[in-house]
């Protein structure tokens, strides 16, 4: 929820000057987005959103996700569209940084979204795995099994100042994941982060997915798995078997699920609830004090992580 | 830089049903204000800045800042349009707090403003100045010279450890300000934080003023004392005399100042970057390590106190 790098009306006229888009009429920062800058663009000739890349995240990757939207747009998927510039590229540099500008995308994310709006979701990832089928690029998913036991190891130590149980059965779920993980799913572009601040609707209708920056090569069910975490979960951290019903059921009857990829949403569940877990846990103990980011309760997924560990077949996420 | 409070769709649905301004089409947090919480807000008829209001503002206060926006939008003015609800005020409730929607505003706020902008706001704050006088709410200044010296003994005991000599220097300027300061000049309604960021440009032409959350009614040269500050000092804090003469000339041409105000113009002008070190010193000391708040240098307007205290005519500002 921050801008990190203000940028000036001579070096916005000058990168500007780079795509055929007309003449600035104002630009605000937006308090969206933890990892970059974000700018709402007007010109004469429309609305643009402007990222300017931040340190974490890869330069050479940034093709990948401009790449990948760019697939989607014009795949019948509803993202933002990367503006060419005049020499044909998407992406240019600002303020000393990697910068692009994508087409804005009218719609609203839902703070409460209902199981109407986990049935859109879940109807619309599956077009969005359909859609990107036929793109080219690929990305390993920098966040994935490998990972995460390193990423504990740096923040295990501190973790049991923030509850007494979370060591202990953190430890439990990295071992019988790494023992249990199903290797030979379905695989394809996946978003990997679609949490409800990255979907858009108008009405109860989606509207459009944003923020494609953790979109890597991995099992589509691990998709579903962050999204049961995301989208099915109440504020007191119990499952709601409605939404999950909505959310899989919709998804399936656009792109089937194999019985492969149902036996294995548990432990792909849990597994994606640790991998936020980690995560929050990592920023939270890393974080300097006074820093803009909000930090996350990583408490939240150590009950998610419990729920997945003994749920025994996806028919308990609602799936018919 | 910062938005406090986040709103949900169904809070944001009840609110517009208020107003005539169709289908919600899209609301994104925006990076600006610290004393608020702002939203861009598309509807099928618009676009809109909704403002909740924070704790640090006084609700009877707001009909005032709402008031005069309004005055100034229908008396030739380009700020925000409050807009009217239903019920034709233009104050309402949102997540518990007092909000408001006003008109988008086009423009860009300069991040490195030159002499030709320093006497577009010249001209437009005599405009301004002029048209408020028909305007018949009043509101005390909250910050002027009584409130200095309370502000000033709740964080004196800091400054040294900011800077050795702040302490004799500001309590040398407070007494002199005490002794000298000038009680009879022409008061109307003043802007009274008319800093760039406050002013928004299309091309080299002023397109408006945007945050009136500290006008109240004070001497108009004081609004002159606080520009000369916000506008015409370098990054290295050098006081730019074309700029100066390019403010000054451009606003006497639409009000003559008269000789008491250009003889006061050098005190009111230690006052004014005595008041702004002085909110920016509180703010360094008492603002937690934490906060979403950005911390401003109180330094800074040290050394323009230092430059004001050594002028001796308001020729040496760049008045013809």
């Given at each position: 929820m921050a801008v990190y790098t203000d940028i000036t009306e001579s070096e916005l006229g000058a990168f500007l000057a780079g795509y055929d888009v007309g003449e600035l009429q104002s630009y605000r920062g937006i308090?969206?987005?933890?990892e970059n800058s974000n700018f709402l663009v007007h010109t004469t000739t429309g609305q643009f959103i402007l990222t300017l890349y931040e340190?974490?995240?890869?330069?050479?990757e940034l093709p990948f996700f401009l790449g990948l939207m760019q697939h989607l747009a014009t795949h019948g998927i509803s993202c933002p569209l990367p503006v060419k510039r005049r020499?044909?590229?998407?992406l240019g540099e600002l303020a000393g940084r990697p910068a692009a500008m994508v087409t804005f995308l009218e719609g609203i994310w839902l703070r409460r979204p209902q199981p109407v709006h986990c049935a859109e979701v879940g109807r619309g990832l599956a077009e969005m795995h359909l859609a990107a089928d036929s793109f080219t690029m690929t990305r390993r998913n920098g966040l994935t099994l490998e990972d995460w036991r390193p990423l504990w190891e740096k923040a295990r130590d501190h973790a049991d100042g923030i509850e007494p149980m979370l060591r202990t059965e953190t430890e439990a779920l990295l071992d019988q994941l790494e023992a249990?993980?199903?290797?030979d799913l379905p695989q394809g572009v996946i978003h990997?982060?679609?949490?409800?601040?990255?979907v858009f609707f108008l009405g109860d209708r989606l509207s459009g997915f944003i923020d494609f920056y953790f979109a890597c090569n991995d099992a589509f069910a691990y998709d579903l798995a962050v999204c049961l975490n995301a989208?099915?979960?109440?504020?007191?951290h119990a499952f709601n078997v409605t939404k999950g019903k909505a959310f899989l059921n919709a998804y399936n009857a656009v792109r089937p699920l194999t019985d492969a990829e149902v036996d294995a949403l548990p432990i792909l569940s849990a597994g994606a609830a640790l991998r936020f877990m980690l995560t929050r846990l990592y920023d939270w103990v890393m974080t300097p004090e006074g820093s803009l980011v909000v930090k996350k309760d990583p408490l939240e997924y150590l009950a998610k992580m419990r729920f997945h560990r003994q749920v025994r077949a996806a028919s308990e996420y609602g799936l018919d």
């Open positions: 308090a969206e987005g933890v340190k974490r995240v890869n330069r050479d020499d044909g590229g998407t249990q993980w199903p290797r990997a982060d679609l949490f409800p601040d990255n989208w099915c979960f109440e504020r007191d």
